[in-house]
T-cell receptor, first 110, second 115 residues
Framework: GENVEQHPSTLSVQEGDSAVIKCTYS??????FPWYKQELGKGPQLIID?????GEKKDQRIAVTLNKTAKHFSLHITETQPEDSAVYFC?????????FGAGTRLTVKP | KAGVTQTPRYLIKTRGQQVTLSCSPI?????VSWYQQTPGQGLQFLFE???????NKGNFPGRFSGRQFSNSRSEMNVSTLELGDSALYLC??????????????FGQGTRLTVV
């Protein structure tokens, strides 16, 4: 089955800096790559996603890039703010079979 | 519209007991997936149900089981509880393929503590 690896496991940045989280996947048939943000006491919430026919997608301060050949994708957050502090999960899916990375705990220091 | 609802939110059980968790998906969603979340392991896929049939299964022992009803509501059951089963159990529902995205919408989870 699909295996998703995520790095780093923890990331600390200063407010205003950029943060980058990287994931790799194993199954070349995966065609949907969402990113979720999980705040304390809540379930994961989708923040951005990308499909295999697209190389990059941007939504305000958040962007995701996908390299199908290398089977890796990344989340980029620019101009980080304290409210960006959370655990971020990447995922790769084929249909509704979605597998997650282990998560990255992002801390944005004011 | 209402989101994914999981009940109960918190549960304390004793080793050896069994537990049933419930998940009501978003109206119209027919796919329900269950995940176990622990601090060291992240989100581990348990199983996925679609139209009352288990379509995918993760690498968990047979003590973990689930089912889905005709109204798409799903339950998962854990028998003979072990201390290591203590975790946040998350349910996610997804829209039918014809709706476009395969985005998973998560509930807030059920926090299970085994003592």
């Amino acid at each position: 089955g699909e295996n998703v690896e995520q790095h780093p496991s923890t990331l600390s940045v200063q407010e205003g800096d950029s943060a980058v989280i990287k994931c790799t996947y194993s199954d070349s048939a995966s065609n949907y790559f969402p990113w979720y943000k999980q705040e304390l006491g809540k379930g994961p919430q989708l923040i951005i996603d990308i499909r295999s026919n697209v190389g990059e997608k941007k939504d305000q301060r958040i962007a995701v890039t996908l390299n199908k050949t290398a089977k890796h994708f990344s989340l980029h957050i620019t101009e980080t703010q304290p409210e960006d502090s959370a655990v971020y999960f990447c995922a790769a899916s084929i249909g509704n079979d979605m597998r997650f990375g282990a998560g990255t705990r992002l801390t944005v220091k004011p | 519209k209402a989101g994914v609802t999981q009940t109960p939110r918190y549960l304390i059980k004793t080793r050896g007991q069994q537990v049933t968790l419930s998940c009501s998906p978003i109206s119209g969603h027919r796919s329900v997936s269950w995940y176990q979340q622990t601090p060291g392991q992240g989100l581990q896929f348990l199983f996925e149900y679609f139209s009352e049939t288990q379509r995918n299964k993760g690498n968990f022992p047979g003590r973990f089981s689930g089912r889905q009803f005709s109204n798409s509501r799903s339950e998962m059951n854990v028998s003979t509880l072990e201390l290591g089963d203590s975790a946040l159990y998350l349910c996610a529902s997804s829209p039918p393929p014809g709706w476009g995205n395969t985005e998973a919408f998560f509930g807030q989870g059920t926090r299970l503590t085994v003592v």
